[in-house]
């Protein structure tokens, strides 16, 4: 793991762009609920992530969080949830970030892991 990131919210802080459904005021409630993200993010360069979340319809029936992530070597990464409850649908997108992340990982560990294939 990189030390350029830590485990505080300062990074996420830099990183993260509130867009459509939220304001400033949001700030800091949302970088509290995303401050696991870090973590999951530290084998990237800080200034190379770009990160997004919005919120569609907020608080109404049709409630829509997306989590955007532009990562080096991954691309654009995204995960919604339409939970009616605001702090449980941050959480589930932030867990479904996490778990694409994870697996991307892991498929690049497993391609990495194969032996080359040898010709007939």
Known sequence: MSDTWDSSTKVLNDRLR???GFGPA????VLEL???LTRHLARWKPEKVDLEISVKDRTGPEQKITLEALLPGL??????SAHRDLDHALIE?????IR???DE???????KAQPPRQAP
């Open 18 to 20: 509130l867009g459509a």
């Open 26 to 29: 949001d700030r800091g409630h």
């Open 34 to 36: 995303m401050s696991s």
């Open 75 to 80: 691309g654009l990464v995204v995960a919604t």
């Open 93 to 97: 997108a932030r867990k479904e970030l």
């Open 100 to 102: 694409q992340i994870d």
């Open 105 to 111: 990982k892991a498929k690049r560990s497993d391609h």
